[in-house]
């Protein structure tokens, strides 16, 4: 799995570090096989981790989207911390985000997507004993800490880092500043000065003004994972507004199998070509999909010789990952139905 262009930028340009140059990783999957790319100070989180220091998670989600396959890659990650060591994890839901932005029409709508996300995640597997979500129609202190912060950043960077005029609506502008308030709660409300921001490349302009706003009022700047883009089902980019491209959680399972079936495949145009030549796993969706969430190492590269070699045909190969992904969203599926509203709502925090 290749770095995409927006990793690659980040480590040429914007001073991010390889993962592999770590001179020490967690034992999780994500850190060897290309799904975490590169990092801003996950050395110095990681260490505080080991030395029992309080540490924290922070992983966002905006109020408008549907959970899909390519969010395990993340969520899968920070779990991984949450259980082996027991931190906490807050996930900021973007509703006053996704109103302002028009991507959603209304203040109620956002709301609800946002308690629909959190009691899917926690059907996902957060434990909600450690998970809190920050949902700032509800929780509105959020706002006195925003408040605090503006005055450390001004019009010319969020212009610089957004790209927005004079004349985009107000609450664009000043997201930027809640967005940072999100980031900087947990080390603001609970003294965790060591909080690490599990991202896509395409975030890491924003997060660096939260950090460069952190290192000006006296805050730890937050420690970031930078994750690689899986591809959309259909080879090209991920995205929400295409319902081909990516498996939502909620889909049946006539439906994966029906968007798996025509995914981007590595095989040949046809089976006497293909046992001949054998196939591209590293452009095969299917394969991709099955390396980095599904399968070990071991498995990974069994499959991998087996259909450059042509012994495994596309049509098989792609069988293999419904069959994965349709259990796995049966799973979550399952989950969902156990997860009372009550759970959900002791996780939001509230106003105190």
Not at 76 to 85: A, M, P, R
Not at 175 to 193: T, W
Request: proline residues 4%.
């Amino acid at each position: 799995m290749t770095l995409s262009q927006d990793n690659q930028d980040l480590i040429k340009n914007f001073g991010a570090t390889p993962i592999d140059k770590l001179s020490e990783k967690p034992d999780y999957p994500a850190f060897e096989n290309g799904i975490i790319a590169s990092h801003r100070d996950f050395d110095k989180f990681f260490k505080a981790l080991k030395n029992k220091e309080k540490c924290a998670i922070l992983s966002g989600l905006n109020a408008s989207g549907t959970l899909h396959l390519a969010h395990k890659a993340v969520f899968d990650v920070n779990l991984f911390f949450q259980k082996k060591y027991g931190i906490p994890v807050y996930i900021p839901i973007s509703d006053d985000e996704s109103y302002v932005a028009g991507k959603v029409k209304t203040q109620e709508e956002a709301l609800e997507n946002s308690k629909r996300l959190a009691k899917e995640l926690i059907a996902y597997g957060f434990d909600p004993k450690k998970t809190y979500f920050i949902i700032d129609q509800i929780y509105t202190n959020i706002y006195n800490l925003a408040i605090k912060l503006s005055k450390n950043v001004n019009y010319s960077e969020i212009k610089a880092t957004y790209g927005y005029k004079p004349d985009n609506n107000i609450g664009l502008h000043f997201y930027p500043a809640v967005q940072s308030a999100h980031i900087l709660f947990p080390q603001e409300k609970y003294k965790i000065k060591n909080v690490l921001v599990p991202i896509g490349p395409d975030e890491d302009a924003h997060i660096r003004i939260s950090r460069d706003i952190a290192s000006r009022q006296g805050y730890n700047k937050p420690a970031i994972l930078h994750s690689n883009f899986l591809p959309g089902i259909d080879g090209g980019k991920m995205s929400t507004s295409k319902p081909n491209s990516a498996i939502f959680l909620n889909d049946d399972e006539k439906t994966i199998r029906k968007k798996i079936n025509k995914a981007f495949s590595g095989g040949q145009d046809t089976v006497e070509k293909h046992k001949e030549l054998g196939g591209d796993p590293d452009v095969d969706v299917s394969f991709i999909y099955l390396e980095k969430l599904f399968l070990s190492k071991e498995e990974s590269e069994k499959l991998r010789e087996q259909y450059k070699k042509g012994d495994l045909l596309s049509g098989e190969l792609k069988k293999i990952f419904a069959d994965k992904a349709v259990e796995f969203v049966k799973g979550f599926q399952s989950n969902l139905k156990s997860v009372s509203d009550k759970t959900v709502d002791n996780c939001i925090l509230k106003n105190e």
